[in-house]
């Protein structure tokens, strides 16, 4: 079984190798900030946020804080601290999940379904089960923008700016840890682990294409 700070670093790392935007806070990984694009087919599709995350000491086996830093209006949220009301995070976490399963399960569901009936916005929650459109607009109204049309890309551009962007991500992980007072030896395990990762995303675009 891994150290927590061992699971902590690897977590980190992973989701800074995906598509999200991380930056890490006080030149750290226990605090970070990342950026979350709304889920498609939701009304928070075409919103931008940045989503503040909190590792405590004992993560995995104690749940991360996740909080909205730029305003939503959600029933679930809290619109003065950003605070998330979700059971998976608050009440059933379970060592199993990682952050990529909070960005992309866990607040995608929770945007795609509100419940008003627990709410930490009462008028978020009172708006939605009174009045659907006028709920809709004030979503739309807090939306930070919006996404353009998606042009269409021919598939080899599209693969070829996928591996530079993970070859890219790859760069900013290293970079960061070199910065980060990490011991020098799992400093180096978690570069060899990033650039395999790196380039077996890579292989996988080829074989794809």
């Not at 079984?1 to 989701?15: A, H, I, T, W």
């Not at 749940?63 to 009440?91: A, R, T």
């Not at 993970?166 to 900013?172: E, N, P, R, S, T």
């Amino acid at each position: 079984m891994s150290s927590p700070s061992k699971r902590r670093e690897m977590d980190v790392m992973k989701l800074m190798m995906s598509d999200y935007s991380v930056e890490p806070i006080n030149d750290g990984i226990s605090e970070l900030k990342v950026e979350f694009h709304g889920p498609k087919a939701s009304l928070y599709e075409g919103g931008v946020w940045k989503v503040r995350v909190e590792l405590p000491d004992a993560y995995p086996y104690k749940s991360p804080s996740i909080g909205f830093i730029n305003k939503i209006f959600h029933p679930n949220v809290d619109e003065l601290s950003g605070s998330v009301c979700l059971d998976v995070i608050n009440q059933t976490w379970s060592p199993m999940f990682d952050l990529l399963n909070i960005f992309e399960v866990f607040l995608p569901q929770l945007l795609l379904y509100p419940n008003p009936s627990d709410p930490l916005n009462g008028d978020a929650a009172s708006l939605m089960m009174k009045d659907q459109k006028q709920y809709e607009q004030r979503v739309k109204d807090m939306q930070r923008r919006r996404i353009s049309p998606a042009q269409p890309w021919k598939i080899v551009t599209r693969i070829s700016a996928t591996m530079i962007s993970v070859m890219d991500k790859a760069h900013q992980v290293m970079t960061t840890l070199l910065e980060m007072q990490i011991h020098e030896e799992r400093r180096s395990v978690i570069i060899k682990t990033t650039i395999s990762y790196a380039c077996s995303i890579a292989c996988k675009m080829i074989k794809i294409s």
